[in-house]
């Protein structure tokens, strides 16, 4: 991922990840762009990929860090 894929948030990646797709289903590109659209998709997909995941552990450190209070409670 370039400096630059890491400065975007999700949602600009997502919604850019949409446009990717929207021209390359409407076909009438050349080979030569249909591939350097390919290659743009795939880098935003990691971008997606890593706000992901950075939420899932997020989510998964709360979830984990409430069951630790809830059981020190209750002893």
Do not use: F, P
């Not at 991922?1 to 948030?9: C, F, N, P, V, Y």
């Not at 600009?12 to 743009?40: H, M, P």
């Amino acid at each position: 991922m370039s400096e630059a894929d890491t400065a975007l948030g999700y949602e600009q990646a997502r919604d850019e990840l949409i446009e990717v797709v929207r021209k390359l289903e409407a076909g009438g590109t050349s080979l030569e762009d249909s591939l350097a659209l390919w290659e743009r998709g795939e880098e935003l997909a990691k971008v997606c990929r890593h706000w992901l995941e950075g939420a899932r552990a997020r989510l998964d450190s709360a979830l984990a860090a409430r069951e630790r209070a809830e059981d020190g409670g209750a002893e």
